[in-house]
């Protein structure tokens, strides 16, 4: 962007969802917004897989997680990864009760936590779609594909459905690419700019790894 002259900046804010099988702090855990990386790669560290053993994943309380960070400060795309579909609504009922858990929760065990109130992932898209956020959905498992077009294609137009293949070599590169296009795309530049932003990253990028 410098190199284009073009006076413009981002956030990106990660966000990692289980299930209801974990504990709340562990059903949705996010970074804070930032511009540096090293924040970015702080928190990523300190993230460890757990849970997800019942049923689907949680990719409605991601959902309506993005839409309630918008409600306090606009944002502009959600770009979701993830290896399972979402809940069902009668998914979501017995996970919150507890009973993916071998018991049962107490009423109001999710009242102090963001996820007071149940939603589903299709009441969350259709808040997106009206807020006019694209859902870029990525899935790393082909039992995923269906739900995360359906994500993608009810959350409005400009979003993206396709598959990432965590067995190929090139996935982290192939992800970064993807990821870095969205973000340029929705800094609203012309085509132009957005065609440089493209091109000086891509050779930024491969002369980096042949660094490295």
Same mark, same amino acid.
């Not at 990719?59 to 993005?66: I, R, T």
């Not at 993830?82 to 017995?94: E, K, S, Y």
């Not at 009242?111 to 790393?140: D, G, N």
């Not at 959350?155 to 990821?179: F, H, K, S, W, Y």
């Given at each position: 962007?410098?190199?284009?002259?073009?006076?413009?900046?981002?956030?990106?804010?990660?966000?990692?969802?289980? $299930?209801? #099988?974990? /504990?709340? #702090?562990?059903?949705?855990?996010?970074?804070?917004?930032?511009?540096? @990386?090293? !924040?970015?790669?702080?928190?990523?560290?300190?993230?460890?897989?757990?849970?997800?053993?019942? +049923?689907? !994943?949680?990719? /409605?309380?991601?959902?309506?997680?993005?839409?309630?960070?918008?409600?306090?400060? @606009?944002? =502009?795309?959600?770009?979701?990864?993830?290896?399972?579909?979402?809940?069902?609504?009668?998914?979501?009922?017995?996970?919150?009760?507890?009973?993916?858990?071998?018991?049962?929760?107490?009423?109001?065990?999710?009242?102090?936590?963001?996820?007071?109130?149940?939603?589903? +992932? !299709?009441? &969350?898209? &259709?808040?997106?779609?009206?807020? !006019?956020?694209?859902?870029?959905?990525?899935?790393?498992?082909?039992?995923?594909?269906? =739900?995360?077009? $359906?994500?993608?294609?009810?959350?409005? &137009?400009?979003?993206?459905?396709? #598959?990432?293949?965590?067995?190929?070599?090139?996935?982290?590169?192939?992800?970064?690419?993807?990821?870095?296009?969205?973000?340029?795309?929705?800094?609203?530049?012309?085509?132009? &700019?957005?065609?440089?932003?493209?091109?000086?990253?891509?050779?930024?990028?491969?002369?980096?790894?042949?660094?490295?």
């Amino acid at each position: 962007m410098k190199a284009a002259k073009v006076d413009a900046a981002f956030e990106l804010q990660f966000t990692t969802f289980r $299930n209801y #099988d974990c /504990e709340p #702090d562990q059903l949705l855990c996010c970074s804070q917004w930032a511009k540096r @990386p090293d !924040e970015l790669r702080l928190f990523l560290q300190n993230v460890r897989a757990c849970g997800g053993t019942h +049923w689907e !994943e949680a990719v /409605e309380v991601a959902l309506q997680y993005a839409n309630s960070e918008n409600s306090r400060n @606009p944002i =502009s795309q959600v770009i979701l990864i993830g290896d399972a579909a979402p809940n069902t609504q009668d998914q979501v009922t017995t996970g919150r009760a507890g009973q993916s858990r071998g018991g049962k929760l107490p009423s109001d065990y999710w009242q102090k936590t963001p996820m007071a109130e149940p939603t589903f +992932w !299709e009441i &969350e898209c &259709e808040k997106l779609r009206k807020s !006019e956020i694209p859902v870029h959905a990525f899935y790393v498992d082909p039992s995923a594909q269906a =739900s995360f077009a $359906n994500i993608s294609q009810k959350a409005g &137009e400009g979003g993206v459905c396709r #598959d990432l293949d965590m067995r190929n070599p090139q996935a982290a590169t192939i992800l970064c690419n993807l990821l870095t296009n969205r973000i340029l795309e929705s800094l609203g530049q012309t085509e132009e &700019e957005k065609k440089l932003f493209k091109d000086l990253y891509l050779k930024t990028y491969a002369d980096a790894r042949i660094m490295h």
